[in-house]
């Protein structure tokens, strides 16, 4: 017996070309494209709107705006953007054309829960003294846009397992892929957990390393960049 397809995400276009006002477009396709050009995914006969204007990236069980035209006219919420993760109501804006992004059962934003970590160390005692608040940031896939910024707690792991702190839907990342600890200090320290694919920093691939502010660390097709922040 075939397999039923998990149902995904869509698109409604609210307002723009009078045929196409009220359609519902599934988002089936790893990329769907939209234009005014005919070859688009989503053909959108409005002068106002580029040949190659944008594309939706489906990326695990998440779908990201990106815009190809580079002219700062595509709009989520009425913010440009060049890559955006959408969430259940977002409002796309090309040209004259309104659209809007509707996520169901199937579909989930990136589970990178900051507030996993919390949860582990409410009610135990802080250091007074602590000054400096840790950060991984998440960077867009095409650019250095800030997607998801995680405060870090005293020990975190990192995988593809849901049990882990910082859950990364990829299947180039291992279920338990690193582990991310502070040292006596304030300092942190990223340990690869033998995983698969390896832990970079730098673009360098490490089993123990040491992280400095503005470090680049890639795990799978994920780009995080380590910040220390005075509170």
């Excluded at 050009?37 to 990106?66: C, M, N, P, W």
């Excluded at 600890?181 to 123990?208: F, H």
Aim: glycine content about 8%; charged content about 25%; hydrophobic content about 35%.
């Amino acid at each position: 017996m075939a397999q039923e397809q998990v149902p995904g995400a869509y698109l409604v276009i609210q307002q723009g070309p009078q045929m196409l006002a009220g359609k519902r477009v599934e988002l089936w396709k790893d990329c769907t494209t939209i234009g005014r050009s005919r070859d688009s995914d989503i053909f959108l006969e409005d002068i106002t709107v580029h040949r190659k204007q944008a594309s939706i990236l489906r990326v695990g069980a998440s779908f990201i705006l990106r815009d190809d035209h580079g002219s700062g006219d595509s709009l989520v919420n009425g913010r440009a953007v060049t890559e955006q993760l959408l969430n259940n109501g977002d409002r796309l804006h090309f040209g004259n054309t309104e659209i809007t992004f509707y996520a169901n059962e199937g579909t989930r934003p990136f589970q990178l829960p900051s507030s996993r970590g919390r949860e582990l160390y409410i009610g135990k005692t802080t250091d007074p003294q602590a000054s400096m608040i840790a950060r991984l940031n998440l960077s867009s896939l095409r650019s250095n846009d800030i997607i998801r910024s995680i405060e870090l707690m005293p020990e975190m792991t990192i995988g593809r397992s849901r049990s882990c702190n910082i859950f990364l839907e990829d299947l180039a990342v291992s279920r338990l892929h690193a582990t991310i600890r502070e040292l006596p200090g304030g300092t942190y320290e990223l340990v690869d957990n033998r995983s698969a694919t390896g832990t970079y920093v730098n673009g360098q691939a490490i089993t123990r390393c040491t992280l400095r502010e503005g470090d680049i660390v890639q795990i799978g097709s994920n780009k995080f960049t380590f910040t220390l922040t005075r509170s």
